[in-house]
Structure formats: structure tokens, C-alpha cells
């Protein structure tokens, strides 16, 4: 089992950057296709950024197309989330999670079979 703990959130101004990062405990981290999820109150959990285990191939949820840059190093078992040009929109606890390398659709929250607590992300106007 894949355990995942996140870093890196907190306060910031609307325009403000911030990095997000996640440590995985497995050594098959790099078996894994890895994303990134955000859920604001009263909101449902929504796909934010993806990235495919071999590193080779990102994708985004439209809202932070040009703004978040997805990244991974497998050699040290972390995934990161360079958010830049912040919005008080993105404001919601961001999660890191893991989806099996037989999924074909990152994009879809139900792929993921692990997750880490969340960290929270709040930009202020």
C-alpha cells in the first residue's frame, strides 16, 4: 500500500505562486500514474493535474492550464505542483494520490486508489 504525505500548503495573495509536494512511502512509486485532486467546501472532489508514471506525458484540468506545472522524481519518490498565478478560485485542500498503471483516464478521480490527508491551499483576494 502506497502511503502519501503532502507539504507545502497555506496562506497566499491572488497572484501569489506556491509548491506543493508529495512523499510516497513505496518503493513502486514509479509504477504509479500520479495526481493531484482539490476539494473546496461544499464542492466535490475535481481533478486539478496528472502525470503518467513514467514522467513522459501531463495533463490538466482547464482551470490551471498555464498556471500549475505537474512534476515527478522517481528516483526520490515524490510528485510536486508548481501553482502560479493563484486565484481565489483555487482555494480547496489539495490532494496527492496514486492511480494503478492500468488506468487509462488520470483525469477521472475514481482512478486513484490511494490517497494523502490533504493540505490546504487558501488564496486571498
Known amino acids: 500500500q502506497v502511503q502519501l504525505v503532502e507539504s507545502g500548503g497555506g496562506l497566499v495573495q491572488a497572484g501569489g505562486s506556491l509548491r506543493l509536494s508529495c512523499a510516497a512511502s513505496d518503493r513502486t512509486f514509479s509504477n504509479y500514474h500520479m495526481g493531484w485532486i482539490r476539494q473546496a467546501p461544499g464542492k466535490e472532489r475535481e481533478f486539478v493535474a496528472a502525470?503518467?508514471?513514467?514522467?513522459?506525458?501531463?495533463y490538466y484540468a482547464e482551470s490551471v492550464e498555464g498556471r500549475f506545472t505537474i512534476s515527478r522524481d522517481n528516483a526520490k519518490n515524490t510528485v510536486d505542483l508548481q501553482m502560479n498565478s493563484l486565484k481565489p478560485e483555487d482555494t480547496a485542500v489539495y490532494y496527492c494520490?496514486?492511480?494503478?498503471?492500468?488506468?487509462?483516464?488520470?483525469?477521472?478521480?475514481?482512478?486513484?486508489?490511494?490517497w494523502g490527508q490533504g493540505t490546504q491551499v487558501t488564496v486571498s483576494s
Open positions: 502525470i503518467l508514471r513514467s514522467g513522459g506525458h501531463t
Open positions: 494520490a496514486a492511480a494503478p498503471p492500468t488506468i487509462w483516464d488520470v483525469t477521472s478521480t475514481v482512478a486513484y486508489d490511494y
